[in-house]
């Protein structure tokens, strides 16, 4: 047959076989939702109608966490992990797709939420596995994670930590009550000092970095913050934390989380006086942990 005769390739459902298919599968996807899901920008994300009537402070949807787990893992990654679970919306996610979810929950109200939302998940809702592993729920700080979990255990972590004390405090800015997180002990929140709590932060996802297998992922849900005057690029700030030698991730990309369908009060923030910007987006953080041959001399010690 003449080149020219030669049909193109145009399916990008079906490619021809190539030594690249050959390699083990970065996810499940088809070409097309490949695509459609590598836009940095995710604005199709919705709660759902128990997730919008909830009272926790901060929650993400679980439709987040099976896109996530959609995209950064494959059907032999099984193990899933949340260090500040909150509501539980990590372990739903991933119970969802029959995988196993284990969370860390320092407040004992949110705990005992999370917990009930796992039990009475429906079994109409587990689409490939309805028989699955049970979600594994530890009512305690996430530094005592060994305690609980092997090392190179884990095939993606995704989570997201507190917003330092914002939460806890008097809003000037959009007048929102305050709705805190308890205070329990271990409460990362309750440090006062941003560099320290910083500080604090790493020291978990040093325990994270220990559980999860080489390269592997760690997604990080976070939003940058301004405490009165002063702005705070908390996504940024975490990032180089998280990076530095004593934690030992990889910054591997970035998406941004439009959540703008949510916000139907927004306000003149600041006016007439200070103009100020309405933040309607999240960051997710892409964190690799590396192959061990790759970093040498790296020291397994947790954060000062």
Known sequence: MDKREQPLFTDLETPPRSTATKRRRANELTGSEWTRYSISVWNDIRKSADEA????PAMFPSALVER??????CR????????FCGSGATLLGARKVGKLGIGFEVSKDYYDLALKRVREQQPSVLSERPDGPEPRLYNCDARLMAQHVEAESVDICITSPPY???LSRKRTADYKGIRDYAGAPGDVSRVDDYGQFLDALAAVFHE??????????CI???MDIRKHDKFYPLHA???RRLTEP?????????????RRQEYNNLRPLGYPTTFRINKIHEYLLVFAKPDATSAPGKKDAPPA
Do not use: E, M, N
């Open 246 to 258: 004593d934690v030992g991730f990889v910054l591997d990309d970035t998406i941004i989380w439009d």
């Open 53 to 56: 009537k909830s009272s926790h």
């Open 164 to 166: 330092w004390d914002i």
């Open 208 to 217: 994270v970095h220990r559980a999860l297998r080489s390269k592997k992922y």
């Open 68 to 73: 996530l787990l959609q995209c950064f893992t």
């Open 237 to 239: 700030d975490l990032a």
């Open 220 to 222: 990080v849900d976070v």
């Open 76 to 83: 032999a990654d099984q193990v899933v992990l949340d260090p």
